[in-house]
């Protein structure tokens, strides 16, 4: 997913369907600013992140990315795939 989208564009795949999980609403007058401050927090901490503090070493930003959103990916297919065996389809 990172490598066909970027790692700004992971965020912003995976980062609406986390905040939907989390708040349990579809109500988009929540989940709009919800997902603009978890995206930009985990941009955040994707950076800090790849910096390292306290090193001169930087990592690169697609490779932290995809450590903090393949988790939430695994987690929205798994979920899937769970609703539609309980509908049996």
């Known amino acids: 997913m990172t490598a066909f989208c970027g790692p700004i564009g992971f965020l912003g795949i995976a980062v609406p369907h986390l905040c939907r999980g989390l708040l349990h609403t579809a109500d988009h ?42 988790p939430v990916v695994i987690w929205v297919i798994l979920r899937r795939a769970s609703t539609r065996a309980s509908f049996g389809g």
């Open 29 to 70: 007058r929540l989940l709009i600013p919800a997902t603009v401050l978890l995206g930009g927090t985990l941009a955040l901490l994707a950076d800090l992140i790849a910096q390292v503090p306290g090193h001169q070493i930087v990592l690169p930003l697609n490779a932290v990315t995809a450590l903090l959103g393949a």
